[in-house]
């Protein structure tokens, strides 16, 4: 199983930033998938969460500024971001069922 995430960076307060994770040699549809992050300080969190079942969960301080998504077809999630904060600078990791990502780095700056 393999797991890429590619698309981290540096992006200004109230920009925007979308992530993606590819998987590859597992059977996509039938995990959940989402993110998570770990801010500098801060123990690793759950950001978002799209069940393989439908619906999604989100962290209270992102729920109306995310999005995730995924693409059954293709193997892949995203994670829309929008107005992004400071505090949303971090290590995104991405999740597919039992597996993680490398993680991508996040950093919100003026």
């Known amino acids: 199983v393999q797991l890429q995430a590619p698309g981290g960076g540096l992006v200004q307060p109230g920009g925007s930033l979308r992530l993606s994770c590819t998987a590859s040699?597992?059977?996509?549809?039938?995990?959940?998938v989402g993110w998570f992050r770990q801010a500098p300080g801060r123990q690793r969190e759950m950001v978002a969460f799209s069940f393989e079942s439908g619906g999604a969960n989100y962290e209270d301080s992102v729920r109306g500024r995310f999005t995730v998504s995924r693409d059954n077809a293709a193997n892949v999630v995203y994670l829309q971001m929008t107005n992004l904060k400071l505090e949303d600078t971090g290590v995104y990791y991405c999740?597919?069922?039992?597996?993680w990502g490398q993680g991508t780095l996040v950093t919100v700056s003026s």
């Open positions: 999740v597919v069922g039992a597996h």
């Open positions: 040699n597992l059977r996509f549809s039938i995990n959940g």
